[in-house]
């Protein structure tokens, strides 16, 4: 198993432009989440999915939309992109109440 | 509304010591506690999941408990090896079926 994968790594943009950041789980779990990470507030959740066809807003959601449309995509859409949305964006799934497994994070960078 | 909070928000020990890393959090109706690992620019990797029906969980060197009248969760590392530095992080179960995380504490064990 693969586990969780995101892609890009790595990615920059000019402010304006609008990017999909994928994720992918090979796990067949149910949910999954978006989150990102800022210094000093920590890990705050943007979105999640309890399971395909199914999405719902998490903390911070605004100017960011998901869909599901197979239990193993979860892809993160950036609309417009803005300075305040530079961060390093993780996906997340887990089974029920078991135990969540991350990706390696995509470090975003809005000029 | 769950908040998780880890003290201190860093750590420098002598190589070879035990330690106990702290979490607590507000509200003790939880689901379980998961503990993670991140090194400096990657992704999240779970340590151990104590669900809310346990006391405690064990993996090598590590172990967490929880007690949740309390509010209170640790994490022991035994014999701490450099190999061990990097910021852990805890976090539990919140009511959309995401994870709600502390702050974290970055851990330096020196040679």
């Known amino acids: 198993n693969a586990g969780v994968t995101q892609t890009p790594k790595f990615q920059v943009l000019k402010t304006g432009q609008s990017m999909t950041l994928q994720c992918a789980q090979d796990?067949?779990?149910?949910?999954m989440s978006w989150y990102r990470q800022d210094p000093g507030m920590g890990l705050r959740l943007i979105h999640y999915?309890?399971?395909?066809?199914?999405?719902d807003q998490g903390e911070v959601p605004n100017g960011y939309n998901v869909s599901r449309s197979t239990t193993e995509d979860f892809p993160l859409r950036l609309l417009s992109a803005a300075p305040s949305q530079t961060s390093v964006y993780f996906c997340?799934?887990?089974?029920?109440?078991?135990?969540?497994?991350f990706g390696q994070g995509t470090r975003l960078t809005v000029v | 509304k769950q908040e998780v909070t880890q003290i201190p928000a860093a750590l420098s020990v002598p190589e070879g010591e035990n330690l106990v890393l702290n979490c607590s959090f507000t509200?003790?109706?939880?689901?379980?506690l998961q503990w993670f690992r991140q090194d400096p620019g990657k992704g999240l990797t779970s340590l151990l999941l104590?669900?809310?029906?346990?006391r405690e969980q064990t993996s090598g060197r590590l172990n967490a408990s929880l007690d949740k009248s309390s509010g209170r969760s640790t994490l022991y590392i035994a014999a701490s090896q450099p190999g061990d530095s990097a910021t852990y992080l805890c976090a539990t179960r919140g009511s959309q079926g995401n994870l709600i995380f502390g702050k974290g504490t970055k851990l330096s064990v020196k040679p």
């Open positions: 999915s309890v399971g395909a066809g199914i999405t």
């Open positions: 104590i669900q809310s029906s346990q």
């Open positions: 509200d003790s109706a939880i689901y379980n």
């Open positions: 796990m067949n779990h149910e949910y």
């Open positions: 997340a799934s887990k089974l029920g109440n078991t135990e969540a497994f």
